[in-house]
């Protein structure tokens, strides 16, 4: 079956511990991406990567880093997590060279942050 | 990619046409209009997306106006199970580059 993986889904941590959040997609997909979703405030683009070794800022990447070292797996990274960064996270995949581009998306990881 | 506006809510009745529109006066000529759909907390969905015609599938159907400024998604019966929050988006359909769903549009079906 075709998808998203996401882990963990759901996470209670404490300022300062680092974290990751794993995302595999099983597609070959090239790009690949991660939001962040806050009430009143959409969905915000954090980092994508149109392949591997290939990443690059979206609209919100204070505090994250992301790596992109084989095509399916692209981690999130919090090295020193603080309470602002407590969001709904989504990773999402699609094809790069298509004219369809549709994204995939995960069930998402609930993170809270104290 | 250029940049979208939709109205932040609006309700239908069940049973009824949904009518969401999205404003996207900045497209250029190889941006595509996507749009996708968001239940509760769950990933977005992809619903349909289109060029220049106007496409239908068994979710909806998207009317793109001929200037491209401006879509409109259209829910034909809409049920309760489509209540979610509609994003519209245009990107250019082979290229990723920062991609932002914005807030979109809080459907409410109503019985």
């Known amino acids: 079956e075709a998808q998203v993986t996401q882990n963990p889904r759901y996470l209670i941590t404490v300022t300062g511990k680092k974290l990751t959040v794993t995302c595999s997609q099983n597609m070959n997909h090239e790009y690949m991406s991660w939001y962040r979703q806050d009430p009143g405030l959409g969905l915000r683009q954090i980092y994508y990567s149109m392949n591997v070794e290939v990443t690059d800022k979206g609209d919100v990447p204070e505090g994250y880093k992301v790596s992109r070292k084989e095509k399916r797996n692209f981690p999130l990274i919090l090295e020193s997590p603080s309470p602002n960064q407590t969001s709904l996270y989504f990773c999402?995949?699609?094809?790069?060279?298509?004219?369809?581009?549709?994204?995939?998306f995960g069930e998402g990881s609930r993170l809270t942050v104290l | 990619d250029a940049k979208t506006t939709q109205p932040p809510s609006m309700d239908c009745a069940e049973g009824r046409a949904a009518n969401l529109p999205c404003n996207h006066s900045t497209i250029s000529g190889n941006e595509y209009v996507y749009w996708y759909r968001q239940i509760h907390s769950q990933g977005p969905q992809y619903i349909i997306h289109g060029l220049k015609n106007n496409e239908t599938n068994e979710m909806a159907s998207l009317i793109i106006t001929e200037d491209r400024k401006s879509s409109t998604l259209i829910l034909p019966h809409a049920t309760l199970r489509d209540t979610a929050v509609y994003y519209c988006i245009v990107r250019v359909g082979y290229s990723g580059y920062a991609l932002n769903f914005g807030k979109g549009t809080s459907l409410l079906v109503t019985p």
């Open positions: 999402a995949s699609s094809f790069r060279n298509t004219n369809t581009g549709e994204l995939f």
